[in-house]
């Protein structure tokens, strides 16, 4: 023996020995038979010695061969026998298994089933929860809507009489200027100095301004000299104002030339208005649009019939002078006089409605404006 394994003892043995190598082509369960047989026959034959070479050893061996070859054949069958009980067995505990898997599926199955149906159930309770809360979102958003429209409403009503309010204060206002300028045609001995006549309408329109236009500045500037009667600051314009309070006849060109004058001399001016109160301008028509050293000024006669006229003409100069157009082409005046004189002539129209429909006239015009100033920005290019 040379060495051990876990498992295996290794042992040599000659070559060239045919006994040996008969034994070492055996399996290892025949050559464990032989080695036990052996050793039996060894330990009962210790007394008496026998040669390998006799007669009666071979005839042993030989019984002995046959012997053990019935055992073997025994020990195959018996084996043979035992791998069949084996697979039938095995194909039992085969089919056992298969059946408990089935059961235990069809458990597993009916379990989940089970599961899933409470499931869908909750998901359907669920469901008419969402449903239910959906409806009374709804409802409540209705119910809101409602409440709002009620109170938009009612917003819009006092808003409408507000507007009424503001509109008949307006009209009264209105009113009571234009009686104090008609009644300066019939109270001679108030009016018989030109100066006090002229400082009375300057007043009246110096108060219409005064109210049209909160967020301008309205200067007085009559006893400056040189600079028009009244001024309208806006940011950093400044516009010059005119106003000229004849009664018997047309104003002479002599005014409208100092007027001019005015403006060549005060270059902070963006433009200017000449106003008329009661008459016409010699030589010159109701909105006539003209340029003084390239600034725009608008002439308006009979104002005291309409003193919005004064308020359309300041919007006007405020939008060209923003634009700076240049007005050396004469085509763009000739358009630009065709266009005023329509725009005017459309917005006094829509005017003579606004005691019927006055917000919504007032948004045309709103309306017609912008067009004019977005065609005042085509002009420019």
């Known amino acids: 023996?040379?060495?051990?394994?876990?498992?295996?003892?290794?042992?040599?043995?000659?070559?060239?020995?045919?006994?040996?190598?008969?034994?070492?082509?055996?399996?290892?369960?025949?050559?464990?038979?032989?080695?036990?047989?052996?050793?039996?026959?060894?330990?009962?034959?210790?007394?008496?010695?026998?040669?390998?070479?006799?007669?009666?050893?071979?005839?042993?061996?030989?019984?002995?061969?046959?012997?053990?070859?019935?055992?073997?054949?025994?020990?195959?069958?018996?084996?043979?026998?035992?791998?069949?009980?084996?697979?039938?067995?095995?194909?039992?505990?085969?089919?056992?298994?298969?059946?408990?898997?089935?059961?235990?599926?069809?458990?597993?199955?009916?379990?989940?089933?089970?599961?899933?149906?409470?499931?869908?159930?909750?998901?359907?309770?669920?469901?008419?929860?969402?449903?239910?809360?959906?409806?009374?979102?709804?409802?409540?958003?209705?119910?809101?809507?409602?409440?709002?429209?009620?109170?938009?409403?009612?917003?819009?009503?006092?808003?409408?009489?507000?507007?009424?309010?503001?509109?008949?204060?307006?009209?009264?206002?209105?009113?009571?200027?234009?009686?104090?300028?008609?009644?300066?045609?019939?109270?001679?001995?108030?009016?018989?100095?030109?100066?006090?006549?002229?400082?009375?309408?300057?007043?009246?329109?110096?108060?219409?301004?005064?109210?049209?236009l909160p967020k301008c500045n309205v200067v007085d500037v009559s006893q400056d000299g040189g600079c028009g009667d009244i001024i309208l600051q806006d940011i950093s314009q400044n516009v010059m104002v005119e106003v000229k309070n004849y009664n018997c006849a047309n104003v002479k060109t002599s005014e409208v030339n100092k007027f001019k004058k005015d403006i060549l001399n005060n270059k902070n001016m963006a433009g200017g208005i000449f106003i008329s109160l009661f008459r016409g301008i010699c030589n010159i028509e109701d909105w006539t649009f003209d340029t003084i050293d390239g600034r725009p000024v608008v002439y308006l006669c009979n104002v005291a019939n309409d003193m919005n006229k004064i308020i359309t003409a300041h919007n006007i100069i405020k939008k060209i002078s923003q634009l700076n157009i240049d007005w050396s082409v004469e085509e763009k005046m000739t358009i630009m006089k065709a266009y005023t004189k329509k725009f005017v002539s459309a917005k006094k129209k829509k005017l003579k409605l606004i005691d019927k429909h006055a917000q919504d006239m007032i948004k045309i015009i709103q309306q017609d404006e912008a067009e004019f100033y977005k065609f005042l920005e085509i002009l420019k290019s």
């Not at 039992?92 to 149906?117: D, G, H, M, P, W």
């Not at 019939?186 to 002229?198: I, R």
């Open 1 to 212: 023996m040379d060495y051990e394994s876990n498992d295996f003892i290794t042992m040599r043995f000659p070559r060239g020995n045919k006994i040996f190598e008969r034994f070492n082509n055996k399996s290892i369960e025949e050559q464990e038979s032989i080695i036990k047989l052996g050793m039996a026959m060894m330990e009962t034959g210790k007394e008496r010695k026998i040669t390998l070479n006799s007669e009666e050893w071979s005839s042993k061996l030989d019984k002995i061969k046959k012997k053990t070859d019935k055992e073997r054949q025994e020990l195959k069958s018996d084996l043979h026998e035992l791998k069949e009980k084996f697979e039938e067995y095995k194909e039992k505990r085969r089919e056992e298994i298969t059946l408990a898997l089935k059961e235990e599926r069809i458990k597993v199955e009916t379990r989940y089933n089970s599961s899933i149906s409470d499931s869908n159930s909750k998901c359907k309770m669920l469901s008419l929860e969402i449903d239910n809360l959906k409806k009374e979102k709804w409802d409540m958003a209705e119910k809101l809507r409602i409440q709002y429209d009620e109170k938009i409403e009612k917003i819009r009503e006092n808003t409408f009489h507000y507007q009424e309010k503001r509109e008949e204060e307006y009209k009264t206002t209105m009113n009571n200027l234009a009686d104090k300028l008609q009644n300066a045609t019939k109270d001679d001995e108030k009016y018989k100095v030109a100066s006090n006549k002229g400082k009375e309408g300057e007043n009246n329109v110096q108060q219409y301004l005064v109210m049209s």
